[in-house]
């Protein structure tokens, strides 16, 4: 068919029809727009009120963090203002005594490892297997400090695998980790992670003859490896005082580098992923950049949205993570019920005005002549009588 063909068949098509078929096109295209920014800007809404969640929890995580370093700092301190250093060193116990009086203290405070370190930086005695007595201390991260600036010090450090291993008390295998392989981790997959998170404090302990003297110092750690206590602590802070009794739906997990060496149970006979990697993603923005970092990632094959902040020892290094995850599954359902609800409303929209213009686009009924109308009117039956 010739261009003059198609110009007739198209000038047979009335005038309302193409305008029908125009303007219905223009409401579709418009409703698949609204479509397509609502789909956007509802996951937006969604992942910014979840995002907002977490990065809430991973606060409070925080303060519970930070407070369980100032429970321990403020145990030492209780323990050096109760005691004088020279009432065991300078007594006549002996190295005897003194160890039996460190292990005592270590097991009041709930410690691991407890040290005492001479005025010169020199360790005098230590209970728990980290440190032995002669060792040179004057470096240590939290004891030089304490040397320099005659006050307490605490924070996390990380204690070498061969300083845990050298001692023989157990610490070294509980520090080590097998490493899995990580979906979204590119670091390699398999190994081991054997050095060891610790959370530590260090406080002056002066002599009692000579208080404007360097102080000696007491210092105390807890290995965070497969700290199950510790992080459980922190996710009943998190997700309130039930959390331990199960239905717990979020999990607190401590990273040493990019392996997860701590995790709190999300419910009873639930998994502990230790050994797994944070994602590179994670891995950039907070192992290398030092930032917070808020997202989606599986972990063990399961989504969880949640957010990291770095950990840094007492001279700013970042040596790994604090994490806070909630299951993405609610929030999944969630973005999924407002997003049919929002398109539900829009088709209906839709529809509502496809409906009211084909309506005002029906043609009118035909009306016949005048005498037609006329014609079709009915007539009365007239009677005459007959007179």
């Known amino acids: 068919m010739d261009a003059k063909g198609e110009q007739a068949a198209s000038s047979r098509v009335p005038a309302r029809i193409r305008f029908a078929l125009g303007t219905t096109t223009v409401v579709l295209a418009v409703a698949a727009v609204l479509a397509s920014v609502l789909f956007v800007a509802v996951g937006r809404l969604v992942s910014s009120e979840v995002e ?103 924070g996390a450090l990380v204690a070498p695998a061969a300083s845990l291993a050298s001692e023989g008390a157990g610490l070294a295998e509980r520090a080590r980790i097998e490493v899995e392989p990580t979906a979204g981790a590119t670091t390699p997959a398999r190994g081991e992670s054997t050095d060891g998170l610790m959370l530590a404090a260090a406080v002056p302990w002066f002599d009692a003859t000579d208080a404007a003297g360097p102080p000696a110092v007491l210092y105390g750690a807890r290995l965070l490896n497969r700290g199950d206590d510790f992080v459980e602590a922190i996710a009943e802070r998190v997700f309130g005082s039930g959390s331990r009794r199960g239905g717990r739906a979020g999990m607190v997990v401590l990273c040493l580098d990019d392996v997860r060496v701590a995790a709190s149970v999300p419910a009873p006979g639930g998994w502990r992923p230790l050994g797994t990697r944070i994602d590179d993603d994670a891995r950039r923005q907070v192992l290398l950049g030092g930032r917070g970092w808020a997202a989606r990632e599986p972990v063990a094959g399961v989504w969880w949205s949640g957010a990291y902040e770095p950990l840094r020892d007492a001279a700013g290094r970042v040596i790994g993570a604090l994490y806070v995850g909630r299951l993405d599954a609610p929030y999944a359902r969630a973005r999924r019920a407002t997003l049919a609800t929002t398109l539900g409303a829009l088709g209906a929209a839709t529809l509502a005005a496809l409906a009211l213009l084909l309506r005002l686009l029906r043609p009118p009924r035909r009306c016949g002549s005048p005498g037609q109308r006329l014609a079709d009117r009915p007539t009365a039956k007239m009677s005459i009588a007959s007179s």
């Open 52 to 154: 907002a969640q977490v990065r809430s929890d991973l606060r409070l995580a925080r303060a519970a963090f930070d407070e369980e370093l100032s429970r321990l700092e403020r145990g030492l301190e209780e323990e050096v203002s109760e005691r004088s250093l020279r009432s065991h060193s300078s007594s006549g116990e002996g190295p005897e005594g003194l160890a039996e009086a460190l292990g005592s203290l270590r097991r009041r405070v709930g410690l691991d490892v407890v040290t005492l370190v001479g005025p010169d930086g020199v360790v005098v005695e230590s209970s728990g297997g980290f440190g032995a007595a002669g060792d040179d201390w004057s470096g240590q991260i939290l004891v030089a400090p304490v040397l320099r600036g005659r006050r307490a010090v605490a």
